[in-house]
């Protein structure tokens, strides 16, 4: 069966430091794979998906992940965080006839 | 275009009471789905659906019915409301089963007591 770990349940990083949100799927062909934010009380916001071609994909807030099939891993990542930024995480895929499967997420919490 | 709509945004039921979870696209979306998310679980699956007619079951079904009737519409039935069905629930929806990216609705929070 189709699944989805995000390693770190909760990462602290401080305002302008670097970020890696790690993610990893079990699926033997290559899945559709994506990275939603949430903040507190709010729904669902799409970060960037991946779905063949360029292994590293760009998002929005400044957000991009690589796709790495030898490490079945779709980690996301950003340059400098920002306060704003402090939200909770969530990785899923899909392939084409499959229901999207989240992982159980990782909240990120930015400290000055 | 208002994509898709969830009803009530909140709710408190007794235990023992039944509801509906409303959910409703108007985008021609044939895929829907339920999810429910909790505290350190993330987002799991209640039930889905790819076209009118046609329902599956996902990762946590107990207790909850589903029904395709029309392409727009995907309710949420909870036959007899328990607490540990306290939760927010999301409904989503694509246009098919390739390359399409999810519409979330904005989630109702339900508890049971």
């Known amino acids: 069966a189709q699944s989805v770990t995000q390693p770190d349940i909760h990462i602290t990083v401080s305002e302008g430091a670097s970020l890696e949100l790690r993610c990893n799927y079990s699926y033997g062909a290559t899945p559709y794979l994506f990275w939603y934010v949430q903040s507190p009380g709010q729904g669902l916001q799409l970060l960037l998906k991946y779905f063949s071609g360029d292994t590293l994909v760009q998002g929005i807030k400044g957000f991009e992940a690589e796709f790495k099939r030898s490490q079945s891993s779709f980690n996301l990542r950003k340059p400098s965080v920002h306060w704003s930024d402090a939200a909770e995480y969530f990785c899923?895929?899909?392939?084409?006839?499959?229901?999207?499967?989240f992982g159980k997420g990782t909240r990120l919490s930015v400290i000055a | 275009n208002a994509g898709v709509t969830q009803t009530p945004k909140f709710q408190v039921l007794k235990t023992g009471q039944s509801m509906t979870l409303q959910c409703a696209q108007d985008m021609n979306h044939e895929y829907m789905s339920w999810y429910r998310q909790d505290p350190g679980m993330g987002l799991r699956l209640i039930h889905y659906s790819v076209g009118a007619g046609i329902t599956d079951q996902g990762e946590v079904p107990n207790g909850y019915n589903v029904s395709r009737s029309t392409t727009e519409d995907f309710p949420l039935r909870l036959l007899s409301a328990a607490p540990s069905q306290t939760s927010v629930y999301f409904c989503a929806s694509r246009l098919d089963r390739g390359r399409d990216r999810y519409t979330f609705g904005s989630g109702t929070r339900l508890t049971v007591v």
């Open positions: 899923a895929s899909s392939s084409g006839n499959t229901p999207l499967v």
